[in-house]
């Protein structure tokens, strides 16, 4: 199994500028180069807000009520051991390890309890997981929810959020985005909402051609795109009606 780093792989802003914690991504400095000089001259940027359920770009799971349950339980656990950034990050990472091949070992009906939670220990033990998380997990495997893991850790970073009024948003682009650059977008977008914080989901998608969209809102229900294919699209709209 690969090691599971407790490194988050989320961009967090704050309004202090302050530099990103140990188990975020990476540490930002002062960028020396403006966010007008990334975002171009585009006045469109601060006030474009579309639907796009049909173009949703968010993988999160849809939301049940057992995983709000779970997620809530887990949220007030959190709080009332004072933990809620620590579980917070134990959740980003093990967001991370949640792949299909995983969910589908702690799904499967036929895999005794007892490795699915040797399986478990492992991962905890191996991302330095606080004994909450880790008891969670087994908690879930007893109740038979495992399967639902993927969706709690989606309810629970909602809940997290609107705790600590953080706006989250999935940044798509063609290429992985520096640092930097993830940096800016946090900071625009912070602007734009005026949330205390700002936590970026980088995802790539070479279909994009160029360029970047970013989800945020309830569900990633509004848009901000600035990609190629974006611009290619509109144009196609524009000069379709005339063509036919």
């Known amino acids: 199994m690969a090691a599971v780093m407790r490194m988050s792989s989320s961009v967090v802003a704050s309004k202090a500028v302050v530099a990103p914690k140990s188990n975020q991504t990476a540490v930002f400095a002062t960028p020396k180069m403006s966010s007008k000089a990334f975002f171009g001259n585009s006045v469109a940027f601060g006030t ?9 770009m968010s993988t999160t799971m849809k939301a049940s009520p057992v995983a709000g349950s779970y997620a809530g339980a887990l949220l007030e656990l959190a709080q ?19 792949d299909d091949a995983f969910m589908g070992f702690l799904s499967n ?22 004994d909450s998380t880790k008891n969670f997990l087994m908690l879930l495997v007893e109740k038979n929810r495992i399967s639902q893991l993927g969706a709690i850790i989606a309810e629970f970073d909602t809940m997290y959020c609107e705790i600590t009024d953080t706006q989250l948003a999935t940044v798509t682009s063609a290429v992985k985005l520096e640092n930097e650059q993830q940096f800016l977008i946090a900071k625009k977008l912070q602007a734009m909402t005026g949330a205390k914080n700002i936590k970026l989901k980088p995802v790539v998608d070479e279909s994009l051609v160029g360029g970047f969209v970013v989800s ?16 290619i699209d509109k144009i196609s709209q524009s000069v379709l009606p005339a063509t036919v």
Do not use: F, W
């Open 216 to 231: 945020y809102g309830p569900g990633g229900s509004s848009l901000i795109d600035m990609s190629v294919k974006g611009q």
């Open 109 to 130: 009906p036929t895999v005794i309890a007892s490795k699915k939670n040797e399986v478990l220990a492992a991962v905890c033990k191996e991302g330095q997981y606080s």
């Open 48 to 56: 474009r807000s579309v639907s796009m359920k049909a173009q949703k």
């Open 80 to 98: 009332a051991t004072n933990a809620v950034e620590a579980i917070h990050a134990d959740m980003d990472s093990l967001d991370s390890v949640c």
